[in-house]
Nanobody, 128 residues
Framework: QLQLVESGGGTVQPGESLRLSCEVS????????FGWFRQAPGKEYEGVSC????????RYADFVKDRFTIFRDDAKNMVYLQMTDLKPEDTAVYYC?????????????????????WGQGTQVTVSS
């Protein structure tokens, strides 16, 4: 069964960067699509970014375009989210989620997708 463990969260100042990591285990990671999601206090879960099984299909929420980059290293069974120019509104618990990649080029950032397995989350706080 797919298991995911996130790391790399922390507290940073506005404009700084963080790289979140997601360790994949229990499956062959190259068969899966992965996404990053977040939940801010008092708000619904929202999709941030996703990467397809092949790594060629990428999607980003409008609020993180040109600031965040998702990538994967299947040799290391890792998925990453590089976050730059962080803003206070990026403060949230960030979750890595994975689902069987039915297509090599399509991925989902729909947090209500029932096919996703979720990690425990890592806190990101952006504050001056």
């Amino acid at each position: 069964q797919l298991q995911l463990v996130e790391s790399g969260g922390g507290t940073v100042q506005p404009g700084e960067s963080l790289r979140l990591s997601c360790e994949v285990s229990g499956v062959t990671s190259e068969d899966y699509q992965f996404g990053w999601f977040r939940q801010a206090p008092g708000k619904e879960y929202e999709g941030v970014s996703c990467i397809s099984r092949s790594g060629t299909g990428l999607r980003y929420a409008d609020f993180v375009k040109d600031r965040f980059t998702i990538f994967r290293d299947d040799a290391k069974n890792m998925v990453y989210l590089q976050m730059t120019d962080l803003k206070p509104e990026d403060t949230a618990v960030y979750y890595c989620a994975g689902a069987w990649g039915t297509s090599p080029v399509i991925c989902s950032i729909q947090p209500k997708d029932p096919n996703f397995y979720w990690g425990q989350g890592t806190q990101v706080t952006v504050s001056s």
